[in-house]
């Protein structure tokens, strides 16, 4: 504190003496003498350890060298215990001359502990360094502690990672020990034979189906059977399955395929089998299906079907019997005409050569127009192998209205034919598809009946679609066919004839679908041609079906 703010000097010395005074000057501590808390004197360390010159501190009050006016009045609080416990230590801050607070640690005692009222001595020693240290220790402790700390949280979020990491993989490896078991089982008892291939062709494993489907009593068995040139043929030609397999084990093969085989088993039977080929990145797997059954199923239905559209010709071919009968007599009754006045002329004998000859060609003009008429029925009714050939629709449609040549001229009705230039050939039976014709010819006709015979039209129109097909349409002038039953005109033995079956139009879809092609009723009026032109005041009835175009 400066010397214009000290308390009043106390009274001086007043005679005191000091023991040892000479020893106090020359101490590396501070050491004063107090009474009612003045500074009655001071060594020259304590003055130095405070900023002032020795003896400058001497008769002033001790609250000089206090930080605070709270560590004075704390200090003065613990005078009495001074007396008691016959001293007294602890730490506080002081100030220096120049402002400075510092840690000083004071020890004192009175000199004559029978008096609370004797001077009081005490020691001052400068602890700053020492506080410094451990402040800094402190710090460094608490820096520590909280690195331990922060360490040990995450150590404890990395022990909680692995103990969740640990529960994950033990849950994953059980996971996959469970479908691994599941896997397994599904190879052992899937009801379709798998084969896995390595890159090299060598067997990896195969399930009991493959083993059943192939005859083998053991895996063992598999490499000879898939070897053995005498047991698979494809496309008719035998071949071995370890042959057929290895075009899918090519590295081009890098896709999912499939494809089919015939397999010869040990008792001499067949079997045919469709095969999926998956690529996996060290092997390949197989999958065989047992198709057998399924194509006999499917060539029992074909030869249903044959059958059926066989006997559907037949029921048509009844239908026109008399109409044909019709169509044979006249050219048979002109021969038998021609033949009974070349007799009667004969043996009246003025018979010349010119009107023999007139008279033979005549006849054997009307057997050739008979037997046309035959070739034709003959051909419509007989049961041929349903071979796919190259065929010209127009030239169908031509000799089809020359069978239905009898039912036309009745119906008054002389069919219109209207096709592009240059059509092209389409792939398919071509009685099954005549008989498509004759169905639809005949149902227009009958669609026609009470229609007005100038007013009655039958168009055929050809003409190729955009995605490879040949559209046929059929229309009439009839009065179309009614909403509430077009839905139901492909269905089996549905009707609106008194005496129909319901089996001409079911009968052409499937024939119709078996080349690849649709059948459908068009919109009344939708087709453009006789229905709509013939005026005959109804909307008219059209149905088009589509086939493949030849390549």
């Known amino acids: 504190m400066p010397a214009d703010k000290r308390a009043p000097a106390p009274p001086a010395r007043e005679g005191y003496t000091f023991p040892y005074e000479e020893l106090y000057n020359n101490t590396i501590v501070g050491i004063c003498f107090l009474k009612d808390r003045h500074i009655i004197w001071a060594n020259p360390r304590m003055a130095e ?50 402002g400075e607070v510092f ?12 008096d609370p009222g004797s001077p009081s001595v005490w020691v001052l020693q400068d602890v700053s360094d020492r506080r410094l240290a451990e402040e800094q220790l402190r710090r460094t402790n608490l820096q520590l502690e909280q690195m331990v700390e922060r360490r040990t949280r995450s150590l404890q979020h990395t022990n909680e990672a692995l103990r969740a990491e640990v529960e994950r993989r033990r849950a994953a490896q059980q996971a996959a020990t469970e479908s691994r078991e599941k896997y397994r089982s599904l190879f052992r008892n899937l009801p379709l034979g798998v084969l896995v291939l390595d890159a090299n062709g060598t067997v ?211 069919p219109l034919v209207t096709a592009a230039d240059r059509l092209p050939q389409v792939s398919c039976t071509p009685v099954e598809i005549q008989q498509v014709f004759v169905n639809l010819m005949l149902n227009a006709l009958d669609a026609m009946h009470d229609v007005p015979a100038d007013r009655r039209r039958l168009e055929i129109r050809l003409a190729p679609t955009k995605d490879g097909m040949l559209a046929v349409t059929v229309s009439d002038s009839g009065p179309g066919v009614p909403p509430a039953v077009a839905d139901r005109l492909f269905e089996p033995y549905f009707t609106t004839k008194p005496a129909g079956l319901g089996m001409g139009l079911m009968i052409c879809r499937n024939i119709v679908e078996s080349h690849g092609g649709s059948i459908e009723l068009l919109p009344s009026g939708g087709a453009g041609g006789a229905g709509g032109a013939g005026g005959a005041g109804g909307a008219g009835g059209a149905f088009r079906f589509t086939l493949r175009i030849a390549d």
């Open 49 to 98: 350890m405070l900023g002032y010159a020795p003896g400058e501190l001497d008769d002033h009050d001790v609250r000089i060298i206090y930080a605070s006016e709270e560590e004075y009045d704390r200090v003065g609080r613990l005078y009495p215990e001074m007396a008691r416990d016959q001293g007294y230590i602890h730490e506080r801050q002081l100030i220096r001359r120049n």
């Open 204 to 414: 990896v494993e195969c399930n009991r189906s493959l083993l059943s489907y192939l005859g083998a009593r053991t895996a063992k068995d598999m490499p000879r059977l898939l070897e053995d040139p005498t047991r698979a043929f494809r496309d008719g030609q035998p071949t071995s399955l370890a042959a057929l397999l290895r075009d899918e084990l090519s590295p081009e093969q890098c896709r999912v395929a499939d494809f089919e085989f015939g397999w010869v088993t040990r008792d001499g039977g067949r079997r045919d089998f469709t095969v999926i080929s998956a690529p996996r990145s060290s092997a390949v797997t197989f999958t065989f299906n047992d198709v057998t059954q399924q194509r006999l199923a499917m060539e029992r239905e074909r030869q249903q079907r044959d059958a059926l559209t066989h006997a559907s010709r037949l029921s048509l071919v009844g239908q026109m019997a008399s109409a044909l009968a019709h169509e044979l007599g006249q050219p048979l009754n002109a021969c038998q005409s021609y033949l009974a006045g070349l007799s009667l002329r004969l043996k009246q004998g003025d018979a010349d050569l010119k009107s023999i000859t007139h008279a033979v060609a005549k006849i054997g003009m009307h057997l050739a127009q008979a037997t046309e008429i035959m070739r034709n029925v003959r051909g419509f009714v007989s049961r041929r192998p349903a071979n796919f050939t190259h065929t010209d629709l127009t030239d169908l449609i031509r000799r089809t209205i020359t069978l239905m040549e009898a039912q036309l001229r009745t119906a008054g009705v002389r």
């Open 103 to 114: 840690w000083c640690l004071l020890s004192g005692r009175l000199t004559d502990p029978t």
